[in-house]
């Protein structure tokens, strides 16, 4: 958390609460169903259910938590001061 002038917070330089929460639940609930998966699948080697859901569960938490992320990646989303000059 930055401090702006006047030791205001400036909480617009935090990342979004609700999609890392969403990215912890999509890991825990995914996580549990590929562990599931694997178990039942383990006697059928053709089967690969568990490593989609894994595959599936990372790529969805990845993406929330960019999202969640996103104005520390990309310079064009930071908060700007009024009297900030440009160029």
């Keep these: 958390m930055m401090l702006m002038?006047?030791?205001v917070p400036m909480y617009k330089?935090?990342?979004h609460k609700g999609l890392l929460w969403g990215a912890l639940i999509i890991?825990?609930?995914g996580?549990?169903?590929a562990a599931y998966f694997y178990t039942?699948?383990?006697y059928s080697p053709e089967s690969?259910?568990?490593l989609?859901?894994?595959i599936v569960t990372c790529v969805l938490s990845l993406f929330f938590v960019i999202t969640a992320t996103s104005h520390f990646w990309f310079r064009h989303l930071w908060h700007r001061r009024p009297g900030y000059k440009r160029g």
């Design 48 to 50: 690969s259910r568990g």
């Design 52 to 54: 989609f859901t894994l």
């Design 27 to 29: 890991l825990l609930i």
């Design 31 to 33: 996580g549990l169903l």
């Design 5 to 7: 002038g006047g030791g």
């Design 40 to 42: 039942e699948d383990a």
């Design 13 to 15: 330089m935090r990342a």
